[in-house]
């Protein structure tokens, strides 16, 4: 699964494998946005500050995204983003919300 990250390699083996990745690396391995990597950095994904970078243990995300898989529907998802997230979250999934439910009470 390796999402073919473009910055911080190291030859382990046969195989180039990622010593660590960026907001975009890991982007691109979760098919997601780099905002969206952020928000869940900011909800506790393991992360590590260089500086001004930030950089993604890939071993230590698996493990984070796995104990941190939500099977909850989208609708409570995104109520539940829209009443704790911090103000650009929860305004965006209020936004959502109300897009994709339009007929529900939240």
Known sequence: MN?????AFRETSSEAEPLLWSTADLANYMRCS?????ALRHKGLPSIKLGHLIRFEPQAVRQWLAANSESKPRSQQLADIAATGSEDNAECAAADLNREFPDSSH
């Not at 780099?34 to 952020?38: A, G, S, T």
């Open 34 to 38: 780099e905002r969206h990597v952020l």
């Open 3 to 7: 999402p073919n990250p473009t910055s």
